[in-house]
């Protein structure tokens, strides 16, 4: 439950800050956002390495069969696929940005101290191909986001199953 929300925490407010930095003109404020952005980037993926590693050695409760059994077969299917997409774009997302860097010619020193690998080696052309798919990878995992976030709503004040209090501190 933990990984949840601090993986949750830490994907809004990287969003947020992507959007913001994005239009910025060059400046020193612009360099610094960039750096955390990629410092954020490396710390969700090894997040979302730990909360996938979790969910491999501890199988999730089952939804309650009441609530399954009221909920119609395509939501059903739809919870599960957005799920999966879920856990791929938290990999996904952060390894394209890596990508973009390497290829950008823009290494990824971690907190300023631990130079990471490139992924590939500086190519202007390749990281002029790889940037719209970390900026539309990133919009697609907001997106299964807010899905998300809007279903389980949707299971509090709609449905009033109590779905939603499975994944509140403190209400299990």
Known sequence: MALHWVL?????????VGLYMADLPFSPLRLKLYNWHKWAGVVILALSLARLTWRLTHRPPALP?????????????????????????????????????????????LFGVLPLPDFVAPDKALAALIKPWHEWSAFALAAL????????????????????????PGLR
């Open 145 to 168: 986001v807010a899905l998300h976030v809007a279903a389980a709503l949707k299971h509090h004040w709609v449905d009033r199953d109590g779905l939603l209090q499975r994944m509140l």
């Open 65 to 109: 069969r009441r609530i399954e059994a009221a909920m119609p077969a395509w939501q059903v299917r739809a919870y599960h696929a957005t799920h999966g997409l879920l856990y791929a774009l938290f990999f996904l997302v952060p390894l394209i940005g890596w990508a973009y860097s390497s290829a950008a010619g823009f290494s990824i020193v």
């Open 8 to 16: 949750a925490l830490a994907l809004v407010l990287m969003f947020g």
